[in-house]
């Protein structure tokens, strides 16, 4: 699974540090994710679409939409 996460927090100038807060997880696990190392469980992805007010499908892409 691709994700957007870095690109959304940086166009709102959240440090990992201020997503992991609002999220509820450590400042690692929103590196993990960003890095691709780790997917988020269903109910972390939905907190965070609803946290960037977006869809899910804007966060997070599926690697056979991708092509």
Not at 9 to 22: H, K, T, V
Not at 34 to 63: K, V
Request: contains cysteine.
């Amino acid at each position: 699974m691709t994700n957007h996460l870095r690109d959304l927090r940086g166009e709102r100038g959240w440090s990992q540090q201020f997503l992991a807060e609002q999220l509820g997880v450590s400042r690692q696990s929103v590196n993990a994710i960003e890095t691709g190392r780790y997917d988020p469980s269903l109910p972390l992805a939905f907190r965070i679409a609803e946290l960037f007010g977006l869809a899910i499908e804007q966060c997070f892409t599926s690697p056979s939409k991708e092509n």
